[in-house]
């Protein structure tokens, strides 16, 4: 079982940086996989970035690559996702998730945050 809390979201100019915290409890989570989602009001969930258990291999959606940046600290049993650039269409709830491999399908996730809003005014 893996117990995961977001943080770090809020409302930021267009421009402007947020980093977001996954904190996990539990499990071991150097073991497992980390990705995170987004959901805006009235629109499907989508993906954001994903980093394999080792922290080795990154992987990023296109609307997200170059401005987004996947990390994990083992020690700290955190993944962040920093957010530089932001636009009025990253605004979403964000999600990170827990599973066995590195996936941009939610579907390979057990584990789910709660998540955390992330607002970008223009």
């Known amino acids: 079982q893996v117990q995961l809390v977001e943080s770090g979201g809020g409302l930021v100019q267009a421009g402007g940086s947020l980093r977001l915290s996954c904190a996990a409890s539990?499990?071991?989570?150097?073991?497992?996989?980390v990705g995170w989602f987004r959901q805006a009001p009235g629109k499907e969930r989508t993906y954001v970035a994903a980093?394999?258990?080792?922290?080795?291999?990154?992987h990023y959606a296109d609307s997200t690559k170059g401005r987004f940046t996947i990390s994990r600290d083992s020690a700290k049993n955190t993944v962040y996702l920093q957010m530089n650039s932001l636009k009025p269409e990253d605004t979403a709830v964000y999600c990170c998730?827990?599973?066995?491999?590195?996936?941009?399908?939610?579907?390979?996730?057990?584990?789910w945050g709660q998540g955390t809003q992330v607002t970008v005014s223009s």
């Open positions: 998730a827990a599973g066995a491999i590195r996936s941009s399908d939610p579907q390979q996730y057990n584990y």
């Open positions: 539990g499990r071991t989570f150097s073991n497992v996989a």
């Open positions: 980093i394999s258990a080792s922290g080795a291999v990154t």
